[in-house]
């Protein structure tokens, strides 16, 4: 079982920035893409960015292209959706998931709440 902890959510103004970090509490497998989704309530879980760890290339989203960034840190088994120029309509529960595709199994953080508000 893998453990994901995110941090970094809140209230921030519109353009404003924020990070989330999730904390893994196994190191990346080569098997491994690294994800970020957000929910809005009524909607289902959009996909907004992952890296597959092996080769490194990462995907984003075209409602997020050019303003959100994901990232990783292998020596701290941590993962990063560094956020800016935040417009209202990226407010949602942000979840970090890790998903080994060689075993199929899928891990979710607890979600944290990201208000885009003046």
């Known amino acids: 079982q893998v453990q994901l902890v995110e941090s970094g959510g809140g209230l921030v103004q519109p353009g404003g920035s924020l990070t989330l970090s999730c904390a893994a509490s196994?190191?990346?497998?080569?098997?491994?893409?690294l994800c970020w989704y957000r929910q809005t309530p009524g909607k289902q879980r959009e996909l907004i960015a992952n890296?597959?760890?092996?080769?490194?290339?990462?995907n984003i989203a075209d409602s997020v292209k050019g303003r959100f960034t994901i990232s990783r840190d292998n020596e701290k088994n941590m993962f990063y959706l560094q956020m800016n120029s935040l417009k209202p309509e990226d407010t949602a529960v942000y979840y970090c998931?890790?998903?080994?595709?060689?075993?199929?199994?899928?891990?979710w953080g607890q979600g944290t709440q990201v208000t885009v508000s003046s």
């Open positions: 196994r190191s990346f497998q080569s098997t491994d893409a």
């Open positions: 998931n890790i998903r080994n595709m060689r075993q199929g199994q899928d891990y």
């Open positions: 890296i597959i760890v092996n080769g490194g290339r990462r």
